[in-house]
């Protein structure tokens, strides 16, 4: 028999204090709604949008679902290898999409899938994908809720 200790509510009550991954994507900096490109796109244009929009990771979407992710790492990957990227295609390098969230989920959450691993989150309302989080992101949060408890003090 389990005890109701072992039990672990996966959608926690709201309470006072309750943040969502949808209300970090209203409130993060930088680019508003999801940035992404298509996997036909040519390397050089992610390249180009990546660091202009100042991001480490653009998600790939082929009919509004997402199929794919690109990442500065995997960029480097390939210059390191010297890969010449002028013709290649996103498709050609593309990593696997990256973990979905709902924009209820719990900020406990988004901070534990983080945690383990997860380079980013992709934010979906239903199936269609509006937003992106990372670790980044989590801090910048956090870090104006301690500026804001400490004005308010």
Not at 89 to 105: F, H, N, S, W, Y
Request: glycine share 8%; aromatic share 4%; hydrophobic share 40%.
């Amino acid at each position: 028999m389990i005890s109701q200790q072992n039990i672990i509510d996966s959608q926690p009550a709201r309470r006072i204090g309750y943040v969502t991954a949808g209300q970090l994507l209203r409130n993060k900096r930088g680019p508003a709604g999801l940035v992404s490109v298509r996997p036909d796109q040519r390397v050089i244009e992610a390249v180009i949008l990546m660091d202009g929009q100042e991001l480490s990771e653009l998600p790939v979407l082929e009919d509004g679902q997402v199929v794919g992710n690109i990442s500065d790492v995997m960029l480097a990957r390939e210059r390191h290898y010297r890969v010449t990227l002028g013709d290649k295609t996103v498709r050609d390098i593309m990593g696997p999409a990256l973990m979905q969230v709902d924009v209820d989920t719990d900020i406990h959450e988004v901070y534990r899938l983080l945690r383990q691993g997860q380079p980013a989150l992709i934010v979906t309302r239903g199936d269609m994908p509006v937003g992106f989080l990372n670790r980044l992101d989590l801090l910048d949060h956090w870090r104006r809720q301690t500026v804001r408890a400490m004005c308010e003090a």
